[in-house]
């Protein structure tokens, strides 16, 4: 914990970039860390916990991290909690609380309204569009023998 938080504060001082660290352990040892880099790459998507996962699956080859604990310094988002889920780590440790974050300026709680709104009530218009032609990908996917399930 105490390098997911170094990470974060070093990530501050050094790039001005957000406060947010993350590290993944296995077996007792660091496979990756991660810094948030949403600003510094343009990439909404780049925040610790991703930047961590990413560089983890690479380093294991695989796309899961079974048998991994993810530390980060701050409650993950809502989209950090989702990918460490599908990641299949085994734990997950935070310093900050998600109102610690609010209180620095990063709330997430608009987040969790929204995905809790039904889709025609949500900010962001949802529209379901060819649902019939977007079946035929899932059509493939059922009838391809050698998948990898995920």
Sequence with gaps: MRRAIALATGN???R???PFG????RDGKIIATGTNLVTSTNDPTAHAEVVAIRAACKALGDFQLAGCVV???C???PMCLAALFWSRCDAIYYGNSAADASDAGFDDAFLYEEVSRPLDQRRIPMTRL???EAKESFDAWRTLPDRIEY
Excluded: Q, R
């Design 71 to 73: 530390y980060t310094s």
């Design 12 to 14: 501050v001082l050094s």
């Design 75 to 77: 409650e993950p988002c």
């Design 16 to 18: 001005g970039g957000g």
């Design 130 to 132: 060819l649902a019939g």
């Design 22 to 25: 993350a590290v993944v352990v």
